[in-house]
């Protein structure tokens, strides 16, 4: 059974900083191609990053040079660098699987205050 679980939420000023984290089990991770995603409210999940097996990774435009995904294989983890945070990125995130099927996290709530 996947399982993911995130954390390191929270709530940061404008300009601020945080590291989120995603934990998996039940799955090879080392081969696996991890994602990010984040639904503010009233709007749809949107991706956010991805990184691959080989360490490829992939942004949307308005986080691209401020956020930084990696991975440990070592610790099946995977994270989300997050800098010069804007309140507009105030989301829940969410650390995805395709396996198929899909597999989500329970997710993780960021607010950033201006």
């Known amino acids: 059974q996947v399982q993911l679980a995130e954390s390191g939420g929270g709530l940061v000023q404008a300009g601020g900083s945080l590291r989120l984290s995603c934990a998996a089990s039940?799955?090879?991770?080392?081969?696996?191609?991890m994602h990010w995603f984040r639904q503010a409210p009233g709007k749809q999940r949107e991706l956010v990053a991805l990184?691959?097996?080989?360490?490829?990774?992939n942004y949307e435009d308005s986080v691209r040079g401020r956020f930084t995904i990696s991975r440990d294989n070592a610790k099946n983890t995977v994270y989300l660098q997050m800098n010069n945070l804007k309140p507009e990125d105030t989301a829940v995130y969410y650390c995805?699987?395709?396996?198929?099927?899909?597999?989500w996290g329970q997710g993780t709530q960021v607010t950033v205050s201006s």
């Open positions: 995805s699987y395709f396996g198929p099927p899909a597999y």
């Open positions: 039940g799955m090879i991770f080392r081969i696996a191609t």
């Open positions: 990184i691959s097996s080989t360490g490829s990774t």
